[in-house]
């Protein structure tokens, strides 16, 4: 009799030990699906499915499957296991450093200030998805950032630039010889009202500064030849004021940004818009959240609010007062970056919002925070929203 139970628990055992090399169980996390986990683990999806039956359907979040445990899948572990130890050891021997938000501060800017991604930002301070920036929050700044180097005094910027400077202020730099105007980036900036400013097109400005061409990098500085009325009415009055005068009015006039104000417009480029849709479907399946603002839920008009606003751009609180402000356009017009209204249950005015993602051929695919399904892409095709559709705005030139 014993030695029977001995056979039976060495068959237990033995069948434990073949089924750990046999398998190996995955916990699915967000945005995975078969083929991305059969990638990583270097098996056919067939396998997977072989063993999994019901992943062929909708896999559900935290979920466990069974992976075949092959030779291959050991192989691509250890080498995964080894890429991932090494680049700790490089990131651990770069040296991190701290941020402290200041006022109106927002990651997009931060990211630009020192080169980075907002992913790189978020990678490196976790807790930003659900707490997001307070000011006098110390942040991380990981080891890869490159910040903008800044001249320390006005003596350096003006030996950079060969240039005399007429203002002592630190952060902005104008002169002005014979109608040439050299001026620093500042940050929150816009080429649309950096050309307006100096009665210029963005066409002009890019001209005369070809660098800016697919972005404008804060800190960087220009060179511009203003229009004939700029001149008139500005640079023969500045010749008249005082050094100190002339830096005061100077810095009145930069500082007012029309892309943080919305009886302004805003630069309509492929860059931002595609960089709007991107921030903005990294929400999906968010859940929907009256009055919510944050990745703990969203409602229609707080996604566009907190998608909008990592860019500095910052639109109304309400759906009602965002279908206020832009250009109405034709449906049949519209683009990446449009925002697009509804009339929905029966109401009267307008009390739904999202963003084109996508126009097509008279169908309009566009992200928003639904009620009943948190943050999705949708689509004018939907009988429901083609039955309530109101009007799409375009406030980015």
Not at 191 to 200: E, F, S, V
Request: glycine share 6%; with cysteine; net charge positive.
């Amino acid at each position: 009799m014993k030695s029977f139970g001995l056979v039976l628990a060495l068959f237990f055992f033995s069948f434990g030990v073949f089924s750990q090399e046999k398998y190996i169980k995955h916990k699915i996390t967000k945005g995975e699906n078969v083929s991305v986990i059969a990638k990583k683990y270097n098996v056919k999806v067939k396998e997977i499915l072989d063993l999994n039956p019901k992943a062929s359907q909708l896999l559900k979040l935290n979920s466990i499957l069974l992976i075949p445990n092959s030779k291959k899948t050991i192989a691509n572990k250890t080498k995964k296991t080894k890429e991932v130890i090494a680049s700790n050891v490089t990131n651990s021997l770069q040296e991190t450093t701290t941020h402290e938000i200041l006022a109106k501060e927002t990651l997009y800017g931060i990211s630009k200030q020192y080169q980075l991604t907002v992913e790189d930002l978020k990678k490196a301070n976790p807790k930003l998805e659900s707490e997001g920036l307070k000011i006098g929050q110390q942040i991380i700044i990981p080891g890869n950032a490159k910040p903008i180097i800044k001249a320390n005094s006005q003596e350096e910027i003006a030996s950079l630039e060969n240039a005399t400077i007429t203002t002592t202020q630190p952060e902005i730099i104008e002169k002005t010889v014979e109608a040439e105007v050299v001026r620093k980036v500042l940050p929150k900036e816009t080429k649309y009202a950096i050309a307006k400013q100096y009665g210029l097109t963005v066409a002009e400005l890019e001209k005369q500064n070809p660098f800016i061409k697919k972005r404008l990098p804060v800190g960087s500085v220009l060179k511009i030849h203003p229009s004939g009325t700029y001149v008139e009415n500005n640079v023969q009055e500045e010749a008249k004021t005082s050094i100190d005068n002339t830096a005061t009015a100077v810095a009145t006039v930069v500082v007012k940004d029309t892309a943080t104000t919305t009886e302004g417009r805003f630069t309509h480029n492929s860059d931002l818009l595609n960089q709007l849709v991107l921030n903005a479907t990294e929400n999906v399946g968010v859940r929907y959240r009256s009055g919510g603002t944050t990745r703990s839920g969203f409602d229609c008009s707080g996604l566009m609010v907190t998608t909008f606003g990592s860019f500095d751009i910052k639109l109304p609180r309400s759906s009602i007062e965002q279908s206020r402000i832009g250009v109405k356009i034709a449906s049949e017009e519209a683009k990446k970056g449009d925002l697009i209204f509804f009339k929905t249950n029966g109401r009267r005015q307008i009390n739904h919002v999202g963003m084109v993602i996508e126009a097509n051929d008279g169908e309009i695919k566009f992200i928003h925070s639904s009620v009943h399904r948190g943050v999705i892409v949708s689509s004018t095709k939907e009988a429901y929203y083609e039955r309530n559709f109101t009007q799409v705005n375009r406030i980015l030139e």
